[in-house]
């Protein structure tokens, strides 16, 4: 089965993309964003350890997550926010990991992962590591467009997550979503034949 791994800044296309994968070629999408919710839950590894490290300031009276109050608390402490990832982010890739086996045990031809950031040792689990890109403009008009936001805000968006340069050392393929979806969705197909051959 070949894995394969998307990342791209806010605004690029990243989730167009997946959608073409997973409509168009039916290949299976894990968002690492909704395993660390899933790791956060009541009961789940994640929230245990969380609680066990840094207190329960920031649990609801049902013994629930309360984001807001977790939020404020990494956002107050950089320490805590260091101690969060240092917990969630192993366990997080090794969920992305099992599932990644169970669906080649199911005969699945690729699969793939998104994930906002990658690093060296979660970029080895893959085949290939696609960059979703677009320019900053283009992106900031398709957020403003999309999602209502400011300009203020698209560029404190894009000035939090990682550079184009990081994204780039990592990548094996740069998706060039800054013309039209047609062109982008040849490509991808094309990306698709190749690695289905």
Same mark, same amino acid.
């Given at each position: 089965?070949?894995?394969? !791994?998307?990342?791209?800044? *806010?605004? +690029?296309?990243? $989730?167009?993309? &997946? =959608?073409?994968?997973? @409509?168009?070629?039916?290949?299976?999408?894990?968002?690492?964003?909704?395993?660390?919710?899933?790791?956060?839950?009541?009961?789940?590894? !994640?929230?245990?350890?969380? *609680?066990? +490290?840094?207190? $329960?300031?920031? &649990? =609801?009276?049902?013994? @629930?997550?309360?984001?807001?109050?977790?939020?404020?608390?990494?956002?107050?402490?950089?320490?805590?926010?260091?101690?969060?990832?240092?917990?969630?982010?192993?366990? *997080?890739?090794?969920?992305?990991?099992?599932? &990644?086996?169970?669906?080649?045990?199911?005969?699945?031809?690729?699969?793939?992962?998104?994930?906002?950031?990658?690093?060296?040792?979660?970029?080895?689990?893959?085949?290939?590591?696609?960059?979703?890109?677009?320019?900053?403009?283009?992106?900031?008009?398709?957020?403003?467009?999309?999602?209502?936001?400011?300009?203020?805000?698209?560029?404190?968006?894009?000035?939090?997550?990682?550079?184009?340069?990081?994204?780039?050392?990592?990548?094996?393929?740069?998706?060039?979503?800054?013309?039209?979806?047609?062109?982008?969705?040849?490509?991808?197909?094309?990306?698709?034949?190749?690695?289905?051959?």
């Amino acid at each position: 089965m070949k894995r394969i !791994g998307i990342t791209g800044g *806010v605004g +690029a296309g990243k $989730s167009q993309v &997946l =959608e073409r994968l997973s @409509s168009r070629w039916q290949v299976p999408v894990i968002h690492t964003d909704f395993v660390a919710r899933a790791i956060m839950e009541p009961g789940q590894e !994640g929230l245990k350890q969380v *609680v066990e +490290a840094l207190g $329960s300031s920031f &649990l =609801e009276p049902d013994g @629930s997550l309360c984001r807001p109050a977790l939020a404020k608390l990494i956002f107050e402490q950089p320490e805590a926010r260091e101690t969060v990832d240092q917990i969630t982010h192993p366990l *997080v890739w090794r969920l992305v990991q099992e599932e &990644l086996d169970r669906l080649e045990n199911q005969g699945k031809a690729a699969a793939v992962v998104e994930s906002a950031l990658f690093d060296q040792e979660s970029a080895a689990m893959f085949d290939e590591l696609w960059y979703v890109w677009a320019p900053d403009e283009v992106r900031t008009s398709r957020l403003m467009e999309s999602r209502g936001y400011s300009l203020d805000r698209c560029r404190s968006m894009m000035a939090s997550q990682q550079g184009d340069e990081e994204f780039r050392r990592l990548a094996d393929r740069i998706i060039d979503n800054s013309g039209s979806w047609e062109d982008t969705a040849a490509r991808v197909d094309g990306l698709m034949t190749e690695i289905c051959r």
